[in-house]
């Protein structure tokens, strides 16, 4: 498999198409065997607590950390850059993070799921003009550390960015027929 989406909760089969549509073989992960096998993985969005309580209690957390260790693209969008970070403002005590990202997270920034919203962002890195952004419930980067990238901001909150071969969105490429995002992160592997 060339390519995974982390299938334990969230909108998996939209990333699966979004991946599938810039030419790559894409499937579903699940099991430490998996993301070992994949050349770069996609963390949904969902619901972060619950995202990174699955991914402890089936062994998934080192597995993903060598596989940023090793080089291999990660991209989470929402609930999955909220995992990514170091830091998350308002966590629950027992929340699991994978840590790996330089970044400092606030969920629901932009407020509850009445308030989700679409936008057109200009992304760095992403020709042919701006991208449509989905923000549902959306986190932002409250902060990042040196060797973190800024690609995008919305009313001055920071909204991707990347550090190597990390991708964090907070916002839903995927829900859209722009496949431009998960083709630059193909393209990072």
Not at 76 to 86: E, K, R
Not at 87 to 109: K, S, Y
């Amino acid at each position: 498999m060339a390519f995974g989406v982390l299938a334990i909760q969230g909108d998996v089969r939209e990333h699966l198409e979004a991946l599938r549509r810039t030419g790559v073989e894409a499937g579903t992960v699940r099991t430490p065997e998996e993301v070992a096998a994949v050349r770069g993985l996609v963390i949904p969005g969902g619901e972060s607590t619950t995202i990174g309580k699955l991914a402890a209690r089936y062994g998934l957390m080192e597995p993903i950390r060598r596989l940023v260790r090793e080089g291999r693209p990660l991209m989470g969008t929402c609930a999955g850059m909220i995992v990514m970070a170091n830091t998350i403002g308002a966590a629950a005590n027992d929340q699991p993070a994978l840590g790996v990202m330089d970044i400092a997270v606030e969920r629901n920034a932009f407020g509850r799921q009445l308030d989700s919203f679409e936008v057109d962002l200009e992304v760095k890195g992403i020709e042919g003009g701006p991208v449509r952004a989905v923000f549902i419930r959306a986190p932002v980067m409250s902060a990042v550390e040196d060797g973190v990238e800024v690609l995008a901001t919305h009313e001055g909150r920071i909204v991707a960015a990347r550090q190597g071969s990390m991708l964090a969105l907070a916002f839903h490429p995927e829900l859209t027929d722009d496949s431009r995002l998960h083709d630059y992160f193909v393209k990072m592997g």
